[in-house]
């Protein structure tokens, strides 16, 4: 490219830094990071020490009225991401935006509306699907290997790890807890494989048995028991107008054997596959066989989601998360959470 695109992060925290920054410093031939915002001056500080921005705001509708970006990537704590994305839109930026796509279903309807009008282009991160095993599933799916998938368990679940850090724990903020945060990326990446049917009915129940007491903590550091708003552990169950099904599983904190497991099983009528480890499960030619790859590349899905977006923004198609498919799985969580409180199920459509 002669012209490289200038891009602007809302939002300088952790995954800011380590996931979208970090990565677009390896396309420095397609796009530069010219300024980040945030509210946080620390985060800034951080921003500068580690990666030499060049202009930093602490307002990001300052950012956008005076830089001129042709694209943002929005990092905020998910109470922001509606605003922010939509302030990014009407600047006239394309914009990814972290994942959840919102706080409900109404925000990313707004989002959506956003982009249609301001010509540019909205995808959310979940970078899940950019990873060598989910492209090697997507690859077997259409190529037939599964068939018609009908049915399907989805896991995102830790023993204990909740985050010590940041807003994880906010229901305010975030929205919800593990169901929103981790639960989301597995969910998208079995309807991806399964092209997004419409859904019909959705079960949830959620449950706070742990989170807000003493608890021993681990990798993600003490939390605040006290100010815990969040679920531990959501259940749902999916069902689709095509007659398939969905059971999904999420937890920060459970008592379970594994320390984490981020998984999905999809059973088609050709073969069945599981994305960790990844491998296709079928019947061919008179045996039951595993297929398993012999190797795969080690590319992070964050990497590959970064060049993506970047791709998009100059007109190449991609596998990125749409602004339309964002409303969809926002409906889906809204309708989880919804069933949990009422104990009933929700008639989607």
Same mark, same amino acid.
């Given at each position: 490219?002669?012209?490289?695109?200038?891009?602007?992060?809302?939002? @300088?925290?952790?995954?800011?830094? *380590?996931?979208?920054?970090?990565?677009? +410093?390896? &396309?420095? %031939?397609?796009? #530069?990071?010219?300024?980040?915002?945030?509210?946080?001056?620390?985060?800034?500080?951080?921003?500068?020490?580690?990666?030499?921005?060049?202009?930093?705001?602490?307002?990001?509708?300052?950012?956008?009225?005076?830089?001129?970006?042709?694209?943002?990537?929005?990092?905020?704590?998910?109470?922001?991401?509606?605003?922010?994305?939509?302030?990014?839109?009407?600047?006239?930026?394309?914009?990814?935006?972290?994942?959840?796509?919102?706080?409900?279903?109404?925000?990313?309807?707004?989002?959506?509306?956003?982009?249609?009008?301001?010509?540019?282009?909205?995808?959310? @991160?979940?970078?899940?699907?950019? *990873?060598?095993?989910?492209?090697?599933? +997507?690859? &077997?799916? %259409?190529?037939? #290997?599964?068939?018609?998938?009908?049915?399907?368990?989805?896991?995102?679940?830790?023993?204990?790890?909740?985050?010590?850090?940041?807003?994880?724990?906010?229901?305010?903020?975030?929205?919800?807890?593990?169901?929103?945060?981790?639960?989301?990326?597995?969910?998208?990446?079995?309807?991806?494989?399964?092209?997004?049917?419409?859904?019909?009915?959705?079960?949830?129940?959620?449950?706070?048995?742990?989170?807000?007491?003493?608890?021993?903590?681990?990798?993600?550091?003490?939390?605040?028991?006290?100010?815990?708003?969040?679920?531990?552990?959501?259940?749902?169950?999916?069902?689709?107008?095509?007659?398939?099904?969905?059971?999904?599983?999420?937890?920060?904190?459970?008592?379970?054997? #594994?320390?984490?497991?981020?998984?999905?099983?999809?059973?088609?009528?050709?073969?069945?596959?599981?994305?960790?480890?990844?491998?296709?499960?079928?019947?061919?030619?008179?045996?039951?066989?595993?297929?398993?790859?012999?190797?795969?590349?080690?590319?992070?899905?964050?990497?590959?989601?970064?060049?993506?977006?970047?791709?998009?923004?100059?007109?190449?198609?991609?596998?990125?998360?749409?602004?339309?498919?964002?409303?969809?799985?926002?409906?889906?969580?809204?309708?989880?959470?919804?069933?949990?409180?009422?104990?009933?199920?929700?008639?989607?459509?």
């Amino acid at each position: 490219m002669n012209n490289k695109l200038r891009i602007g992060v809302i939002g @300088g925290g952790g995954i800011a830094r *380590s996931a979208h920054i970090a990565n677009y +410093r390896k &396309y420095t %031939e397609m796009a #530069e990071v010219v300024a980040v915002a945030d509210v946080n001056e620390q985060a800034l500080q951080l921003v500068k020490e580690q990666f030499a921005i060049p202009n930093t705001y602490a307002d990001a509708l300052e950012m956008l009225q005076q830089e001129k970006l042709d694209a943002v990537s929005v990092c905020t704590p998910n109470k922001y991401h509606a605003s922010s994305a939509i302030a990014a839109l009407q600047a006239g930026c394309h914009v990814l935006c972290e994942k959840p796509p919102a706080m409900n279903a109404q925000e990313a309807v707004e989002m959506e509306s956003a982009a249609v009008k301001s010509g540019k282009k909205l995808f959310y @991160g979940f970078h899940h699907r950019f *990873s060598p095993a989910a492209q090697m599933l +997507r690859r &077997y799916s %259409e190529a037939g #290997e599964l068939g018609s998938i009908y049915a399907g368990k989805i896991m995102a679940r830790r023993r204990s790890g909740i985050p010590g850090w940041g807003v994880f724990t906010n229901k305010e903020l975030q929205g919800g807890g593990p169901l929103i945060d981790i639960g989301v990326h597995m969910l998208d990446l079995a309807l991806h494989l399964m092209h997004y049917p419409e859904p019909k009915y959705v079960f949830g129940m959620t449950y706070r048995e742990l989170g807000n007491r003493p608890m021993t903590p681990t990798w993600g550091g003490q939390w605040d028991y006290r100010n815990y708003s969040i679920e531990d552990l959501a259940m749902a169950m999916i069902t689709f107008h095509n007659g398939a099904t969905l059971q999904l599983e999420t937890s920060f904190i459970v008592h379970t054997k #594994e320390n984490e497991t981020m998984n999905i099983e999809l059973y088609g009528s050709e073969g069945g596959c599981s994305y960790a480890p990844p491998a296709i499960y079928k019947d061919m030619h008179g045996t039951i066989v595993d297929i398993t790859p012999g190797y795969l590349s080690n590319f992070s899905g964050h990497q590959m989601e970064i060049e993506a977006f970047l791709r998009a923004c100059q007109g190449e198609s991609t596998f990125l998360s749409t602004a339309s498919q964002g409303v969809f799985i926002q409906k889906l969580i809204d309708a989880i959470y919804a069933s949990a409180r009422g104990g009933k199920p929700i008639l989607l459509n």
